[in-house]
């Protein structure tokens, strides 16, 4: 194997640009352990694309290794569509560097006369996903790191169905990147001669798809909804205003200092709308305007987080669980009533999401499957589906979620429309969208979440956590917290035991490094790394019923003991 010292002084010689080498030269001459962690490995190109730090050497995002990945995928595409005239689309984020990377790419695909569209700004991830099947397009590139923190990036590949790529093609494009052993080998065009730029005609045919989703248009024009939103300097900022405004609604307030794209995002210590923090400026903006909801989206425009008024008119940030149930059980409610349901609609979940999304389909008699995490599992069922079934919608607990089928990822302005509609929808009714949380609750149970993410960085993180992983499945604890174990589902080995009966039986999924523990008493736990972060991630999913919103805060605090005690004695 190549030594660090080897693969860094080649990384001197002249093929690479000034600014590369003398950064290069001054960590061998300065920072060893910089230097150790930026060539130690290759990054990789997984099955999703690229993300890393940004920065020079083999384990950083930079102008080489972005180049060796859209070399590969060119490589892959040429021999997959030998006699078409290749087309793909590119979209990037507000990211530092974003931009860039967007045009190297550009430069690797037309230097591959793989002609190319790319977006003339920023641009959220789900339009990405639209202007492949829209403009016909072989594959499709969007640049960004979503949530990670400002020091990352990362390039996400996209298939001609719009979805993000999944076997074989995604094994098939990590061999075709494998191969390039040698840098020089990557073709560039900096004149960008069979680029084209795209911009406002796309924007609106995909605004006009999704104003097509709205159930309850003449509602909306009835009701008077404030609603405070906040890009959280992403690439929202243009588009998720365009789209509430499409479908009626326009007392809109945007948080001003967060609306200036910002790759530093100054504003905020994490641009997740996961963090409550995030929404510090948006919920200050909201009290002073009397808002009715509140909404913020990540910076690749893919997740949203709201904020509601709860019964004591405080604002509080709701979970991705929430916020999915909430939209499922609109969605479900209204196709109900308008007799769209026939018996071939479905909607989707994550194996990691609430199973409260089951029991709300199985009383409207709608099937829910479940697929791995990663809304690419939940894309490719849609096309699997799409001549047979009808897509309702479907989510997963990190706040994405997506209706309709000419998207096919999670989309955060399509559900910034949706859930402004559901709000109008509860105003209507002199509700509030918590006064809807608590009916699905009385209706169908109180399901409570809990998500310990434990962050391990470096090599020794990685190793750390393959450690931990097989530990948990080798020697799998008797019991948790009080409670036997009754089935441990192994997605690595696709086999579910029965800790009962002893038997086992087949899991008809792909194979992914997850294990999942169901409890006698019906809690669900999952233990997975992450595909996308440094981290190991516990889940705790737990239930119980409540009959009125009284009986809300007792069993929150109930339920939430529980989830603490099962986390401090699992970690």
């Not at 989206?297 to 709860?310: F, H, S």
């Not at 955060?412 to 608590?438: F, H, Q």
Request: hydrophobic letters at 40%; one cysteine or more; aromatic letters at 10%.
């Amino acid at each position: 194997m190549e030594s660090v010292k080897e693969k860094s002084y080649y990384w001197l010689s002249d093929f690479f640009d000034k600014d590369t080498r003398d950064q290069v030269k001054n960590l061998i001459e300065n920072d060893n352990h910089l230097l150790t962690e930026s060539f130690y490995k290759d990054l990789e190109f997984g099955t999703g694309g690229l993300r890393g730090i940004m920065g020079v050497g083999t384990n950083r995002m930079n102008k080489y290794t972005v180049g060796m990945a859209t070399q590969g995928l060119s490589n892959y595409l040429i021999e997959q569509f030998p006699k078409e005239e290749i087309k793909c689309a590119i979209a990037y984020d507000s990211r530092n560097n974003s931009e860039y990377f967007a045009k190297v790419t550009a430069s690797v695909f037309s230097a591959n006369n793989i002609k190319v569209f790319l977006f003339d700004k920023l641009r959220p991830t789900p339009e990405l996903s639209f202007a492949i099947r829209h403009l016909g397009c072989h594959a499709g590139i969007v640049i960004t790191a979503s949530h990670n923190p400002k020091e990352y990036n990362g390039y996400k590949v996209y298939w001609q169905d719009g979805g993000q790529i999944i076997a074989p093609h995604d094994k098939k494009i990590i061999e075709n990147v494998r191969q390039i052993k040698d840098f020089t080998t990557i073709k560039f065009d900096d004149s960008l001669k069979n680029a084209e730029l795209i911009g406002k005609d796309v924007d609106d045919a995909y605004i006009n798809a999704l104003s097509k989703l709205c159930l309850n248009s003449e509602l909306i024009k009835q009701t008077s909804l404030k609603i405070v939103f906040t890009p959280i300097h992403g690439s929202t900022v243009d588009l998720v205003p365009m789209a509430l405004r499409k479908i009626g609604f326009h007392d809109i307030d945007i948080v001003e200092k967060q609306a200036v794209p910002d790759g530093n995002f100054t504003t905020v210590k994490s641009p997740n709308p996961e963090e409550p923090e995030a929404f510090d400026m948006a919920i200050k903006t909201a009290k002073e305007a009397n808002a009715d909801i509140v909404m913020g989206t990540d910076p690749d425009g893919d997740r949203l987080g709201i904020v509601i008024k709860n019964y004591l008119n405080e604002y509080v940030l709701l979970n991705g669980n929430q916020t999915a149930a909430i939209m499922v059980y609109y969605l479900l409610d209204q196709w109900q009533k308008k007799l769209m349901l026939t018996g071939k609609e479905y909607i989707v979940k994550t194996i990691v999401t609430t199973e409260l999304l089951t029991q709300i389909s199985d009383f409207y008699k709608v099937k829910c499957y479940d697929v791995l995490t990663g809304f690419k599992y939940i894309a490719a069922l849609i096309e699997k589906n799409y001549k047979n079934m009808k897509f309702i919608g479907g989510g997963e607990e990190s706040y994405g979620f997506l209706a309709g089928d000419f998207v096919r990822d999670k989309d955060a302005v399509m559900s910034c429309m949706l859930i402004a509609e559901i709000a109008a929808w509860a105003k209507s009714r002199n509700k509030t969208l918590y006064d809807i949380l608590i009916e699905i609750y009385v209706k169908f149970g109180y399901y409570l979440e809990g998500l310990k993410s434990i962050t391990k960085t470096g090599k020794a993180g990685a190793e750390e956590i393959q450690s931990m992983m097989k530990k948990f499945r080798n020697e799998p604890p008797e019991s948790i917290a009080g409670a036997g174990i009754a089935l441990i589902h192994d997605f690595e080995k696709s086999q579910t035991i029965d800790k009962i009966s002893d038997l086992r039986y087949e899991i008809i999924l792909p194979k992914s490094n997850v294990l999942q523990y169901d409890l006698l008493d019906g809690t669900k736990i999952t233990i997975r790394p992450s595909g996308t972060e440094p981290k190991i991630k516990f889940y705790v999913s737990v239930h119980d019923n409540i009959d009125s919103a009284e009986e809300f805060d007792n069993m929150t605090i109930k339920l939430r003991n529980r989830i603490n005690k099962i986390m401090e004695e699992i970690i």
